[in-house]
């Protein structure tokens, strides 16, 4: 055994440690309660907006689609900020983090494997919330179609099909995929800026008070930046102050395109993988940023 | 020539304090040099610097100035942590984690798995005395278990060094006995100890050599038995002897050119009565710690 053990060469990096990490965060995540109060609420909107709707079927999809996709939109925010607000800072006060990084682990593992554990815990809640939603907007479909075949008994053929194709197209559009995908990596951009802004705060309320602020700058500052640009001229300057802005604020709304899912107009390919990058390009961003200032962190 | 297990060279930490001008000097040119083997004390009263050294010796602070060593490697480097396991002091670990799981994921971070892995798991909770509350939370272990947990942690990915900040804070005398003869097994099997302690009757029991260290600045250092011997001076005890003989002993002594100091009974120490008298009761406790478990 003794042999075995010291004939192991220490790498740089390794999956397996950060594996560690990610699933130990992953347990400590599920096993707060917020995390089941979140996740119990958002089912219970989602659910609920089956008794809102009783117009006509177009309408009750939309109201469907858009309670749904708002309360999942809100939900991994809110439980991406919340989650990982703690994460360090509790490690610290611990202490447990000195017996994690008296081993033979880097920083940058340990940070990498908390955020990878946030990400999927966001991952995991998005697909049974987006489970759930897919469920009763198929069930409502079905019952739709139920009733309107009843409904419509005497009707020649052609009819019926064409209110069945109404039926179907206002239920179901491709789109909701690539929406739910871009509600997810909100969620995950917020964990990493959360992480980042914990990485230099002293208590946990200070990174939630800064983050919700973050929140709401960054869903107005589009609006803001076109102003600015419109009442400026675009010099370097300029361009430099406002990049700067971007980054500590990330551009929220572009983010937001659950209007154009409900509205039902088409997420063009462009636009989705537009998003998708910089969402993922945001993540990286602030994983590094936080593993970075962590890295010179006196602990 | 073989490197030393923990080198200090001039080692230095200042604290700075928000918001005031002074700062707080934690270490103040530090040298130390702990040969492989060793079992070195580093004693000290509270606030005079001995996990502020610890600390730096394992990476986790980084030094004002000077540098430290282990095994030859320097402390900044990760790769110098890899034969060496740690204890920090009253360690937290997570409590939402039962000991078997907690030292499932310290090897892992070790690189340990598979068979390897679950072999050392059994060992160290066999060797810690915690195999019956494997599947217990840490939530719910005393502090001599989250200490003895604490251990099988440091030892996980057998380490050549282990480094203890107060290994016995706020454990019991019985458990500190266990603890200490857990770290003269350690020095049997050839692995270097370094301690911190402000208990020192513990700290004469099992150091070969010992630092003191007052207000971040070593005052004596050196081997024990040196330190403490008194070299003109012999203690003899004797039992079973009649007071006839005892009187005699101390006539022939004052005939010659030796000076009795001081006669007196034996007495057992408060430790040992301590011990004797809880044993039973800890027995029992240890059974009923046994039927919480079956009853989870
Ligand atoms: N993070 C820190 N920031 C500021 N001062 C610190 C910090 N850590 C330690 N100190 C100061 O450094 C000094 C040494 O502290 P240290 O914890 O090393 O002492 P110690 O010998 O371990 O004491 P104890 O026996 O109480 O554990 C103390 O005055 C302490 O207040
Ligand atoms: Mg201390």
Redesign the interface.
């Known amino acids: 055994?003794?042999i075995?053990?010291?004939d192991?060469h220490?790498?740089?990096f390794?999956f397996?440690?950060i594996?560690?990490?990610t699933f130990?965060t992953l347990?400590?995540l599920t096993?707060l309660r917020v995390f089941y109060v979140l996740l119990v609420f958002a089912l219970f909107l989602i659910g609920s907006s089956i008794f809102m709707a009783q117009f006509s079927f177009q309408q009750e999809f939309q109201i469907l689609k858009d309670i749904s996709l708002g309360a999942m939109s809100i939900f991994t925010s809110l439980l991406a900020i919340v989650a990982t607000a703690r994460l360090l800072p509790q490690d610290i006060e611990?202490?447990?983090v000195?017996?994690?990084?008296?081993?033979?682990?880097?920083r940058f593992e340990y940070i990498l494997g908390k955020i990878a554990g946030v990400l999927l815990l966001l991952a995991i809640s998005t697909l049974v919330m987006g489970a759930a939603f897919l469920l009763i907007l198929y069930a409502r479909e079905q019952a739709a179609v139920h009733a309107t075949v009843t409904h419509m008994s005497g009707a020649p053929r052609e009819q019926v099909a064409d209110a069945m194709r109404a039926i179907r197209s206002s239920a179901f559009n491709v789109d909701i995929f690539p929406g739910i995908i871009i509600i997810y990596l909100k969620a995950c951009l917020l964990a990493a800026l959360t992480l980042f802004v914990s990485t230099f705060a002293s208590t946990n309320i200070f990174t939630i008070v800064v983050m919700a602020f973050i929140y709401f700058i960054g869903h107005l500052q589009a609006t803001a930046r076109e102003y600015w640009l419109h009442e400026h001229s675009s010099g370097v300057i300029t361009r430099i102050f406002l990049a700067v802005v971007a980054l500590l604020f990330p551009d929220l709304q572009a983010f937001n395109l659950v209007d154009d899912i409900v509205a039902g107009t088409a997420i063009s390919m462009a636009l989705f993988a537009k998003t998708a990058v910089l969402g993922t390009f945001y993540t990286t961003i602030y994983t590094l940023l936080a593993a970075f200032v962590f890295y010179g962190k006196?602990? | 020539m073989t490197n030393p297990a923990v080198a200090v060279r001039g080692l230095t930490k200042i604290f700075p304090v928000p918001l005031h001008r002074q700062s707080i000097v934690a270490v103040r040119d530090l040298d130390l040099r702990i040969e492989p083997g060793e079992v070195y004390g580093l004693l000290g009263p509270n606030g005079s610097g001995k996990s502020t050294t610890l600390k730096i010796i394992l990476g986790l602070v980084s030094p004002t100035g000077g540098r430290t060593e282990i095994f030859g490697r320097d402390s900044r480097l990760v790769e110098s942590r890899e034969a060496v396991g740690f204890l920090p002091e009253n360690p937290y670990f997570y409590k939402y984690l039962t000991g078997e799981e907690t030292l499932r994921f310290f090897g892992r971070l070790c690189g340990l798995r598979g068979v390897l892995l679950k072999n050392r798991i059994n060992e160290l909770l066999d060797l810690v005395g915690l195999s019956k509350a494997r599947k217990r939370r840490l939530g719910t272990y005393s502090k001599g278990m989250l200490q003895r947990i604490g251990l099988a942690q440091a030892l996980i990915h057998d380490p050549r060094l282990v480094v203890l900040d107060e290994p016995t804070a706020g454990v019991d005398p019985a458990g500190s006995r266990e603890i200490r003869d857990l770290i003269l097994d350690f020095k049997r099997r050839g692995i270097t100890v370094l301690l911190s302690s402000h208990l020192l009757a513990q700290a004469q029991e099992i150091c070969d050599r010992v630092g003191i260290l007052a207000d971040g600045v070593l005052v004596r250092e050196g081997h024990l038995q040196e330190l403490i011997a008194i070299e003109n001076q012999t203690e003899l005890v004797i039992a079973d002897a009649s007071p006839q003989l005892v009187n005699e002993i101390e006539s022939f002594i004052n005939r010659s050119n030796a000076k009795l100091i001081e006669r007196r009974k034996s007495t057992t120490t408060l430790e040992r009565l301590f011990i004797e008298a809880t044993t039973k009761n800890h027995e029992a406790r240890m059974s009923n710690e046994e039927g919480i478990t079956k009853q989870k």
């Open positions: 055994m003794q075995e053990m010291t192991r220490y790498r740089a390794s397996a440690r594996n560690a990490i130990n347990t400590e096993r611990d202490r447990t000195y017996t994690i990084l008296a081993k033979p682990v880097p006196e602990l």
